[in-house]
């Protein structure tokens, strides 16, 4: 009986030290990230925390720079986080980075984080307040777009400054009403109007001259004649044949509308909205590179 009393003592105590080490690894891991899992009331940390080591010194302080200019101007905290490794989903740590280090206590909670984990190749964009409508769906797809092809080859110096000019337009746009989404279009600038009428006058030129060249082609063989005789049938005119031609048809179609479930993410418009641990709502994506 000792024994097996001495034996659940060693089972217990070996449960417990396994927990609190797994608990201690766990709290200094976010930490190292965040003070707590409490929203302060003030910003903790840069607006670039580049723990995965992607960029040199000089790198690093031109794109924090390049994020305070823009968080400034914008009135929005623009973010960016690379880290080695995470634990759990990482558009939760993303969200969780964000909360827990006060990035929503500026400008009325409105911000934008980039983050980018290295182990998996992972990256993540989680959006806040009013970004959260600025950086649509359809959007963050687009920005991705743009920015993807510096990841995969490890140039994420460009990767950021990418990341950075997209986020100022998107929140111009969103400061004139206009959001960044499916139903969009970019205004036309002078050089487009310039180009256009370039290309209408080439267009009309063409169509114009190609047409009087093959009616020219066949006046070769036109010759004048001294008078009207010559112009003139003796044998009169005769109909010895009857043809009907068939000359055209015309067929008219009509879309029949129909349900769809969209291709991406932004397919129907807006932002999708989820609600971190801290309980803050957010927009965001994630995937891999």
Request: proline fraction near 3%; glycine fraction near 6%.
């Amino acid at each position: 009986m000792k024994k097996y009393k001495h034996f659940q003592k060693i089972i217990a105590i070996a449960f417990l030290a396994t927990f609190l080490s797994l608990f201690c690894v766990e709290t200094a891991y976010a930490s190292d990230l965040w003070d707590s899992y409490n929203v302060p009331s003030t910003r903790q940390k840069p607006r670039l925390l580049d723990n995965a080591d992607l960029l040199n010194p000089e790198q690093e302080k031109d794109i924090e720079n390049r994020l305070d200019a823009l968080s400034e101007k914008r009135k929005s905290n623009i973010c960016i986080l690379t880290v080695k490794s995470h634990t759990g989903p990482i558009q939760d740590f993303a969200d969780d980075y964000f909360d827990y280090n006060g990035f929503g206590a500026d400008y009325n909670e409105s911000g934008a984080l980039f983050m980018l984990s290295m182990e998996d190749r992972e990256w993540a964009i989680s959006t806040s307040g009013d970004a959260i409508n600025a950086f649509t769906d359809y959007g963050q797809d687009e920005m991705m777009d743009k920015i993807i092809p510096y990841l995969k080859t490890n140039s994420y110096y460009d990767a950021f400054v990418k990341y950075i000019e997209v986020s100022d337009y998107y929140l111009d746009l969103y400061s004139k009403g206009t959001p960044y989404d499916v139903d969009y279009r970019a205004p036309l600038t002078k050089q487009d109007y310039i180009r256009l009428i370039i290309i209408s006058l080439g267009a009309g030129c063409i169509i114009g001259i190609i047409p009087i060249a093959i009616m020219a082609s066949h006046l070769k063989t036109v010759h004048s004649k001294p008078a009207a005789n010559d112009y003139r049938s003796h044998d009169g005119l005769v109909v010895s044949r009857h043809t009907d031609i068939f000359v055209r048809r015309h067929l008219a179609r009509h879309l029949r509308q129909t349900e769809s479930s969209g291709s991406r993410g932004g397919s129907h418009g807006g932002s999708s909205i989820h609600v971190s641990s801290s309980g803050h709502s957010h927009g965001g994506s994630h995937g891999h590179f």
